[in-house]
């Protein structure tokens, strides 16, 4: 897909565009995460039996990663992302609806499908997004798209705080914050082109060519690396968004509105490392941005599981923050510059760390029925020593100046 000409007006209206895209996506995210002990005793079940309900999530999320390219490029990105907000926000009032005034697992799975598959489509497309972006203004801007997505998680998980604290049941709160993001996604979408040429015939690809094309992907070492530095930040922050604040309520024996409280912290912690993390990434290096921000992770975490005393286990969801805050956005920029066809990179990538998101809280939610909430946490600590090990695969490569890019460039500035 090319890049639209733009004059500077529209390339700012479209960088601000992604930004508030990102946001709604936080605040859909964390819409249901800080209600979690809420649904889970109207539904009357297990921690194993919501975690393997929130599957439900995964599946619709792999059935949304697998045909975002194809919504992108049929419907363009002003439609595609619309209408994927839409679904997101659909799905999102469905269980409040479905937890708290039917009271149906079956119909939370189903509502956890629906937004899964809208949140998939969507992450793919406005990363693909955020990367054409970014390369056109020539600034680390990445961080600061995924500090928008930790600042949606603020104010999603503060709504849902506050509606703890006020006794407000999830089947009114849930439909309400997706009407919120419903209307936010309407506006949003005027700011983003359209990208609704027609295809050419190198675009009109056979299913076989697609599979040659993933499996060209697998095989490049410095790609799949990438998604290993990824898999561990995504798996944090998707682990945090689903279990910190039962965590936090059922181990470390908060009441659930302070418990969703810390899900704030953690969410204000990442939005503060990503919204000041670019030109600190351009002053040190992505790679060593991602390994020391690795460290930082791996060391809140053990402090979040060895601890109980309220203060050090605030300090460890603060250091978690900031161990998640780098990886995914970094990645996502590594994979654009690391080869031809960026925006088939950033959606493979892409793809991985989702899945880590979404694969990875179900299972630990399994696991936790086994060995504890707690210890099941250790996953994500090894997780973190792997992004270390990998994360010189995320350095930025010399790149070639080509005239158009010099265009844009000087548009944007």
């Known amino acids: 897909m090319s890049t639209p000409q733009l004059d500077r007006h529209a390339l700012v209206n479209w960088r601000n565009a992604i930004i508030t895209a990102f946001a709604l996506g936080g605040v859909a995210s964390a819409a249901f995460g800080a209600r979690l002990p809420s649904i889970q005793a109207d539904l009357g079940v297990s921690k194993g039996t919501l975690g393997t309900m929130l599957i439900g999530t995964t599946v619709g999320a792999l059935a949304g990663l697998a045909s975002s390219a194809w919504i992108h490029r049929t419907f363009g990105a002003r439609k595609g992302i619309r209408t994927s907000l839409f679904i997101v926000a659909a799905g999102v009032a469905l269980i409040g609806l479905g937890a708290g005034a039917l009271h149906s697992p079956v119909m939370v799975i189903l509502a956890l499908a629906l937004t899964g598959y809208g949140i998939g489509s969507l992450d793919v497309?406005?990363?693909?997004?955020?990367?054409?972006?970014e390369r056109q203004f020539r600034k680390t801007l990445m961080p600061l798209m995924h500090a928008a997505w930790s600042a949606g998680v603020i104010v999603g998980a503060g709504i849902g705080a506050g509606s703890a604290a006020l006794g407000l049941p999830v089947e009114y709160q849930l439909p309400l914050q997706g009407a919120l993001v419903a209307a936010g996604g309407w506006v949003l979408s005027?700011?983003?082109?359209?990208?609704?040429?027609?295809?050419?015939?190198?675009?009109?690809?056979?299913?076989?060519?697609?599979?040659?094309?993933i499996l060209a992907s697998v095989k490049d070492v410095r790609l799949v690396l990438i998604g290993l530095v990824m898999l561990g930040s995504e798996l944090g922050e998707g682990s945090a968004n689903n279990w910190l604040t039962l965590a936090v309520r059922t181990e470390h024996h908060q009441p659930e509105a302070i418990a969703g409280l810390f899900l704030v912290l953690f969410a204000a912690?990442?939005?503060?490392?990503?919204?000041?993390?670019?030109?600190?990434?351009?002053?040190?290096?992505?790679?060593?941005?991602?390994?020391?921000?690795s460290v930082l992770g791996l060391a809140g975490i053990a402090l979040f599981i060895l601890t109980d005393h309220w203060l050090l286990v605030a300090v460890g969801v603060l250091l978690?923050?900031?161990?998640?805050?780098?990886?995914?956005?970094?990645?996502?920029?590594?994979?654009?510059?690391?080869g031809p066809n960026p925006a088939a990179r950033v959606s493979f990538v892409a793809v991985i760390g989702y899945a880590a998101n979404l694969t990875g809280p179900p299972a630990i939610g399994n696991l936790a029925d086994d060995v504890g909430l707690l210890k099941a946490l250790w996953?994500?600590?090894?997780?973190?020593?792997?992004a270390v090990l990998c994360a010189s695969a995320v350095r930025k490569e010399p790149e070639p100046v080509h005239p158009a890019d010099d265009q844009f460039r000087l548009a944007a500035s």
């Open 125 to 133: 497309m406005i990363n693909v997004e955020g990367s054409m972006v």
């Open 190 to 213: 005027w700011g983003v082109p359209s990208h609704e040429a027609p295809e050419t015939p190198a675009e009109k690809v056979t299913w076989g060519e697609r599979a040659r094309g």
């Open 269 to 293: 912690s990442e939005t503060l490392a990503r919204a000041l993390g670019g030109p600190v990434v351009d002053r040190i290096g992505r790679a060593r941005a991602v390994r020391v921000t």
């Open 320 to 338: 978690w923050a900031f161990g998640v805050s780098m990886g995914f956005p970094l990645g996502m920029s590594a994979a654009a510059d690391s």
């Open 379 to 386: 996953v994500i600590a090894a997780l973190f020593a792997v």
